[in-house]
């Protein structure tokens, strides 16, 4: 036999032997994430949507563009709105005199 030959069916030999024990590694690595994907699903914070958020907003206040949104410890919502973004035609109940019943820009922070 000759020696390239020789070396053709070791080389072929070691390269299935490589991926045969990749695949082994790979599928008992696999069932022990899918075993830590189920603790962690456990363990997992439930939420549930509340229909009726977000509440109007008081004194006809008007948001617009919102960069920021915060939750604090005790579960506050803090947002950062951009007033300056409003159009005139948006907030008629700011102007003098008001020109609408609604809308007004709203703080900076809410």
Known sequence: MPIFERASKLC???LALAIGVSCAFSVIAGAKAK???KEAAKDAPVYK???FWPKPL???YLMQGVPVMVVDKDDHIWVMNRPRDVNPDEIGAASTPPRTD???AA???L
């Open 49 to 51: 949507v509340d229909p």
């Open 35 to 37: 075993d830590a994907n």
């Open 107 to 109: 703080p900076a922070v």
């Open 58 to 60: 008081p004194h006809h």
């Open 12 to 14: 072929t030999r070691n």
């Open 102 to 104: 609604c809308c007004v």
